[in-house]
């Protein structure tokens, strides 16, 4: 019985100490040192200006581009075919043979 007692103890003793450490953590968080009004102040101009500077090399290098526009063209039309060329059918996709050499092919 006493073992019992002593670990329920033991548990209720962590437990408020947890609960104790999260709530002191929970108030480090809503108050950094070091961080008043004023300081935060500074960073948002520092901010600014970094923002200001952005803006206007953002503006300068638009100013700079030039629009390439790219027509697309035509393959030339092939009318006349090359001797021996055979139109073939496999897995039901057709591809064709076209010989490359000039001589007629013995097949």
Same mark, same amino acid.
């Given at each position: ?17 947890? +609960?104790?450490?999260?709530?002191? %953590?929970? #108030?480090? =968080?809503?108050? &950094?040192? /070091? ?33 390439? +526009?790219?027509?697309?063209?035509? %393959?030339? #039309?092939? =009318?006349?075919? &090359?001797? /021996? ?23």
């Amino acid at each position: 019985m006493r073992k019992i007692a002593v670990a329920a103890g033991l548990a209720v003793g962590i437990s408020v100490l947890s +609960v104790d450490f999260a709530g002191g %953590a929970k #108030e480090a =968080k809503e108050h &950094p040192p /070091g961080h008043g009004a004023s300081d935060l102040k500074a960073v948002v101009a520092d901010l600014t200006k970094k923002i200001t500077a952005l803006e206007k090399r953002i503006e300068k290098l638009e100013a700079g581009q030039q629009t390439i +526009v790219i027509s697309p063209t035509m %393959a030339p #039309e092939v =009318k006349v075919l &090359p001797k /021996g060329w055979q139109r073939r059918e496999f897995n039901g996709m057709p591809y064709y043979i076209v010989p490359l050499d000039k001589k007629q092919s013995k097949r």
